[in-house]
DNA sequence: AATAAAAAAAAA
């Protein structure tokens, strides 16, 4: 394609970006504080600019048969250009920009603030040196070159009328927040333009009519624009039914808010955080210009639930269809996001348009993690938030993704250290593109929540909101806000200070915390869920006992709940009360099942222990035994927990478990009183002696710090107010300093201190990857650190640490022929082919059967197992995009199997349960 | 000798 036309494409596509894609918030980002139509011009100007670097003897040598007419043409190839290192066409695009504005009289750092666009079109930012540097330049060519390149440098800016405005641009750097979105927006404005089948190399159009059809046929559609309406009866219209007190307060701070901040919900389950986070998302998105809106959650199965809520009140949000992308790595098994696929927005009888309706859609164009990303909508996991803080490939199309939306993140405090960093970068880059975040979370220790304000403050700076009134609030707020001293100091943040509640002492929970641009306001909404005393008390780690407390407690009925922090203590434990109390009093739960059996027990827990309503309790006792799989997001209600020691924040959120909703007394037996046992430790030594498994999991330090704070005075029981004491008990868990008794104190300090080098090590790790703050100049080397994708294996970035894990998809062999597993509703028993794929319906059959393998397996000797799973494959199923790559562990008819050593059984009962081989 | 849960993948 002649370099000429793929440059006016690209330029032209990037102006119908600007006209029929793009939110007012990211207009605002470009813009710079320049006009809008001189916004449009520099973004048409760069985009057309992008591939000038192709003008150069090194590039166009690529293709020897197409040189012949160019040295006809007299334009010289010497062989220094011929050969490697050949510099990326990006980079002299960037140098003969700069070169070009320099001639123009800019100064270099100007230069090259705007130069860096074409610079880092392919996605990685270039260095400072890769532009100065000698080759660059030699590469260009001599003489004829120079010509062809100063003249198409000047055609474009011709075209692109941006020559009227250079006095203006030599005078004012693009800020760095700027220079992002906008290479993210002349990246997909090349991506469109360099498919040759919509963008022809031969074409007798005219330029504005062969991009009309082919901006038509990728389909794209336009930025939601939010109408909430009157804010006062917007959650009743969405969501048919009241708001609860959190909700109300959240949409009233969204409408208050004076310019796009962060908003921390602090809040239990059960008071409706995700309905309060749509809805001020929308009053957000309304004010401030935002067309779209993002909600990321913890895991998978959490983003998959989501779905129906959230395309349920897309239908009233929206009067059109809207581009919608599910993101994490299992969307294509997810069936409702599938069939949103075979909508389109346009045609035939798929049609949907025109309802007047919200109805989401999944684009064709909008596939794939880094252009998903950019539909208007979209959920997916905290990863694919966190990506946009991770140095690599294309960062700019994520930071693009999240600027035009209103950021929602659920369940912000399961976040852990290596987490936090990539969440405090992605705020500071949030806070600078001014685009509004709403944070739900469980009670956050202090210092935690400070460094989340603060880092959205740091780059946050004063803005004005789209509409003309930012409607201040009327009615009075259920609590009055007292003025807060000075905010605790943070180490290089700026700090946000303003209003907040109380100035010593614990927080109130729930809590709103809102901060704009260097102010903050505090916020109690009254709770809506229950208020209630625990008992709690501490007992030994004996079986025995177990059982004995739990036959007495459930001898009237009701339910009990013991939550154990290993797999194996789990198994242990459910193996003795079914040998004690009953075969079928006793459910198993833990992460150790299929995929598609672990989704089946959470719903089954759902539908008779879930609230009044949507549950159905079954009389008698009944006895739930589960690993931390039972302390997230699973809405049900115990009338006595047992637990084993844990971090005291995680504590808290198990004993929310405890009499959660309202139900008769009669149901829960003789539990009538909300009662925690907490185990899993030896608590007659003192110092006292967590369960070695439970130290391995969570350290030592943490598991006595919560001994510390939950048992303060070494009595054998006391009561906790909850909500009320959460604040409290958290701040006083996670601060700097604890008292500990006399005794504790060497085994205590040393705890400690190896709890600070695990987490500084793996702080540091994090950082290294991170893209840490906004620069204030320029974005030289910022992608870099690591070459390559930013996701993915293999000891690249990634934005979660720990050992990798080891899942596999489980058949059942018989004879020599592999089956779905029987009891699988859709395919269940049927046979796979040996030499061929699996057509899409068993391969996703297949694919709903992974399991991840334990520890013994996936760490310690996973060169073998790999190995032998490798043997057993079978090499046709790489041609199947369901199956392809994953390891495939053959169970026998029994369901078991020998690996690495070791002896599998599975059952769906059970899990998966591994032993030593004999 | 032995320890949770969780995520993860193509550009022009
Ligand atoms: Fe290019
Ligand atoms: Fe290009």
């Known amino acids: 394609m002649p370099l000429w036309r793929h440059l006016s494409d690209t330029a032209e596509v990037a102006g119908l970006l600007w006209d029929r894609w793009m939110a007012p918030s990211v207009r605002r980002i470009i813009a710079d504080g320049r006009p809008d139509d001189v916004a449009r011009t520099v973004l048409v100007w760069l985009a057309g600019s992008h591939d000038l670097g192709k003008a150069s003897p090194a590039f166009a040598a690529q293709v020897r048969p197409l040189t012949e007419p160019m040295r006809d043409a007299g334009l010289p190839f010497s062989p220094l250009v011929e050969h490697p290192p050949r510099t990326p066409h990006a980079q002299q695009s960037h140098r003969i920009l700069r070169q070009w504005l320099e001639s123009n009289g800019f100064d270099r750092d100007t230069a090259d603030s705007w130069a860096i666009v074409p610079g880092g079109h392919h996605g990685v930012a270039p260095g400072r040196d890769d532009i100065t540097h000698a080759g660059v330049a030699a590469q260009a060519g001599t003489g004829p070159w120079r010509g062809v390149q100063q003249e198409l440098t000047d055609w474009v800016a011709r075209n692109s009328g941006i020559t009227a405005h250079l006095d203006s641009l030599r005078t004012a750097a693009l800020a760095p927040t700027a220079q992002v979105v906008i290479t993210a927006v002349v990246i997909v404005a090349d991506w469109i333009a360099s498919d040759t089948a919509r963008f022809p190399c031969f074409d007798t159009r005219s330029t504005a009519e062969r991009v009309r059809s082919g901006w038509r046929d990728v389909g794209l559609l336009p930025a939601w624009s939010a109408d909430a309406g009157a804010v006062e009866t917007l959650f009743g219209r969405r969501f048919g039914r009241e708001a609860r007190p959190a909700q109300e307060e959240a949409i009233r701070a969204a409408q ?144 693009l993704a999240l600027a035009g939306k209103v950021v929602v993140i659920d369940e912000v405090h399961a976040a852990d250290v290596y987490m936090a960093v990539f969440l405090r970068d992605v705020l500071r880059w949030l806070g600078a593109y001014g685009v509004p975040v709403i944070l739900l979370s469980a009670t956050l220790p202090a210092a935690r929540r400070q460094e989340l304000l603060n ?69 109690a909404p009254a709770a809506a869920g229950l208020a209630r005393t625990v008992r709690v008390e501490f007992a030994s780690d004996d079986e025995s006992e177990l059982v004995d407390l739990v036959r007495a407690a459930s001898q009237g009925g009701g339910v009990v709940g013991i939550i154990r922090n290993t797999v194996g203590r789990a198994q242990r434990s459910a193996a003795v009360l079914r040998a004690e109390l009953g075969e079928e009093v006793v459910t198993l739960t833990h992460s150790r099942y299929l995929a598609t059996d672990r989704m089946r027990r959470d719903r089954d827990l759902l539908a008779e222990l879930g609230a009044p309503g949507q549950a159905r309790r079954m009389p008698g006792p009944r006895i739930v035994v589960g690993t931390q799989v039972l302390e997230q997001s699973l809405d049900i209600d115990f009338d006595l927990l047992v637990t084993d020691l844990a971090p005291a924040d995680l504590i808290l959120q198990r004993m929310g478990r405890l009499h959660r909703h309202r139900r008769h007394a009669h149901e829960r037996g003789l539990m009538t009183k909300p009662r925690c046992v907490v185990v899993g430790a030896n608590w007659d030594a003192d110092p006292v002696e967590p369960d070695r498994g439970s130290v391995a999991v969570y350290g030592l330090a943490a598991l006595l710090r919560a001994a510390v704070v939950l048992r303060s005075d070494g009595s054998p029981g006391r009561d906790i107010e909850l909500p009320a004491d959460i604040p409290r008990l958290v701040d006083q868990a996670y601060a700097a300093e604890v008292e500990v008794p006399e005794a504790w104190c060497a085994t205590f300090d040393d705890a400690e201190q190896k709890a600070q080098q695990e987490s500084a090590g793996r702080t540091t790790g994090a950082e290294m990857f991170s893209i840490g703050k906004v620069p204030v100049l320029d974005l030289f080397g910022w992608s870099h650190a690591n070459a390559g994708d930013a996701e993915g294996h293999d000891g690249r970035a990634k934005v979660r640490d720990g050992e990798d894990g080891l899942e596999v998809l489980v058949v059942q062999q018989r004879g020599d022929g592999w089956f779905v597993l029987p009891w699988l509703s859709d395919c269940g028993g049927a046979e796979l082919p040996r030499d061929a794929a699996p057509e899409p319906r068993l391969a996703r059959a297949v694919a ?21 799973l490798e043997r057993q494959g079978r090499a046709s199923w790489q041609q199947s995009p369901w199956v392809r790559g994953e390891l495939v562990l053959p169970l026998s008819e029994d369901l078991t199997a020998e690996l690495a050593g070791f002896r599998l059984r599975y059952s769906r009962r059970d899990g998966l349960v591994v032993e030593e081989a004999e």
């Open 455 to 523: 880092a959205y403050s740091t780059g946050a700076r004063p803005a004005t909101p789209a509409s003309p009134t930012a409607r201040a609030s009327r009615r009075r707020r259920p609590r009055a806000l007292t003025s807060a001293g000075p905010p605790p100091p943070s180490c290089d943040e700026a700090t946000a200070s303003g209003e907040g509640l109380a100035g010593a002492g614990p927080l109130p929970y729930p809590l709103i915390t809102i901060a704009g641009a260097g102010s903050m306001v505090q916020v």
């Open 848 to 868: 709903q059967c992974s399991l991840r393998l334990p520890r013994q397996l996936s760490v310690w000797r996973i060169d073998q197992v790999i190995g032998e």
């Open 256 to 399: 208050a808010i004076t310019g796009p901040g962060l908003m921390i919900i602090e809040a239990p389950m059960g008071e409706g955080k995700t309905e309060a986070a749509l809805a001020a998302g929308e009053v957000l998105a309304e004010r401030f210009g935002c067309g779209g809106l993002i909600f990321a959650l913890p895991t998978m199965a959490t983003s998959d639930a989501m779905v129906d809520r959230f395309t349920g009140w897309l239908r009233g949000a929206a009067q059109s269809a809207q581009p919608f992308f599910l993101a994490h790595s299992k969307a294509p098994l997810n069936p409702t996001f599938a069939a949103m696929r075979t909508l389109s927005p346009t045609t035939g009888d798929g049609g949907v348009d025109g309802c007047g309706a919200g109805v989401a859609v999944a684009l064709e164009w909008l596939t794939g993690r880094k252009k998903g990303m950019l539909a208007n909508f979209v959920i997916g996991t905290i990863d694919q938030v966190l990506y946009a803080a991770l140095r690599g490939r294309h960062v700019a199309l994520r930071h």
